[in-house]
């Protein structure tokens, strides 16, 4: 770029520090594309409420991989996370949401659809395809309306009575230090 600004055939402009920098347009524009290429991922994740559930994380990763050798997909990299279905602060959770927003991720797999979350599957469904990814689920289970609202119904329970549980053990810290 600095050879380029120095003989005037495309000017940059500079910083204080005497830095020059470009856009890349106009550097595509005069040389051709320049951008490279990011290979695509295959991913398919696992997810269980808490380490004592260990086995049914394997056992996700049983029905995951056959699936992709059936299906042809030959380097699937497999995430497991542990993490509750309501917590959308899940690390892996969060970076593979980025990855298919930016686009390397071609293919996302669950061998249960409620493994993700126990809300927002259906906005994951329509993200991934404008962006490029393929969404599947190999068990998609059709519940009925009343047994899911049951579900859900559960889901915010425990999750509530958790929080309010660890609210608890704030309450007796804080009475111990005001003592």
């Not at 470009?22 to 594309?33: Q, S, T």
Request: with cysteine; charged share 25%.
């Amino acid at each position: 770029m600095q050879a380029l600004d120095r003989k005037g055939i495309l000017p940059a402009p500079g910083t204080a520090t005497n830095q020059r920098y470009g856009l890349r347009e106009e550097l595509d524009a005069y040389v051709g594309p320049t951008s490279v290429k990011v290979p695509r991922r295959w991913v398919a994740d696992g997810r269980v409420s808490s380490p004592a559930q260990g086995p049914d994380l394997k056992k996700q990763r049983r029905i995951v991989e056959p699936f992709c050798v059936a299906q042809g997909l030959a380097q699937v990299e497999i995430i497991e996370e542990i993490g509750g279905r309501l917590n959308f602060k899940r690390p892996k959770l969060t970076a593979l949401g980025d990855a298919i927003l930016t686009g390397p991720i071609e293919t996302r797999i669950w061998a249960h659809q409620d493994r993700l979350a126990r809300f927002g599957f259906d906005l994951w469904r329509h993200l991934g395809p404008t962006q490029g990814c393929t969404v599947r689920v190999i068990h998609g289970e059709e519940v009925c309306p009343e047994r899911e609202m049951v579900e859900d119904w559960r889901a915010i329970t425990h999750c509530l009575s958790a929080r309010l549980y660890g609210l608890g053990k704030d309450r007796q810290a804080l009475k111990a230090a005001w003592k």
